[in-house]
């Protein structure tokens, strides 16, 4: 079983910054995919960055290419997303998402490959 919790969410303005933290604690195998989805009102949950272990291997949604980075600690066990130039649509429930073991690159950003999710936290962007 693996835990996260995510935290770091708030309310900003328009080319605002904030800085998501997932912890997670359990066990993680050697192998394994973490990622950042977001889920905005009567919206589908979207991939929004992915890293996979192996390679270190990283994939981002183009929505959201050179201003949102993913990053991880493993001494910490906490992944991260650090977002810059925040739009309003970048409004949505963030989730932390983790798989242990391999998937293929062209699936990282697909919630149905993740077994793991935090609970959530806000972020809202107001104009």
């Known amino acids: 079983q693996v835990q996260l919790v995510e935290s770091g969410g708030d309310s900003v303005q328009t080319g605002g910054s904030l800085r998501l933290s997932c912890a997670a604690s359990?066990?993680?195998?050697?192998?394994?995919?973490m990622a950042w989805f977001r889920q905005a009102p009567g919206k589908e949950r979207e991939g929004v960055a992915a890293?996979?272990?192996?390679?270190?291997?990283?994939t981002y949604a183009d929505s959201v290419k050179g201003r949102f980075t993913i990053s991880q600690d493993t001494d910490k066990n906490t992944l991260y997303l650090q977002m810059h130039s925040l739009k309003p649509d970048d409004s949505a429930v963030y989730y932390c998402?983790?798989?242990?073991?391999?998937?293929?690159?062209?699936?990282?950003?697909?919630?149905?490959?993740?077994?793991?999710w935090g609970q959530g936290t806000q972020v809202t962007v107001s104009s």
């Open positions: 890293i996979y272990s192996g390679s270190s291997t990283i």
């Open positions: 359990g066990y993680m195998t050697s192998t394994y995919c």
């Open positions: 998402a983790a798989r242990t073991s391999y998937t293929t690159p062209s699936l990282r950003l697909s919630a149905s490959e993740y077994n793991y």
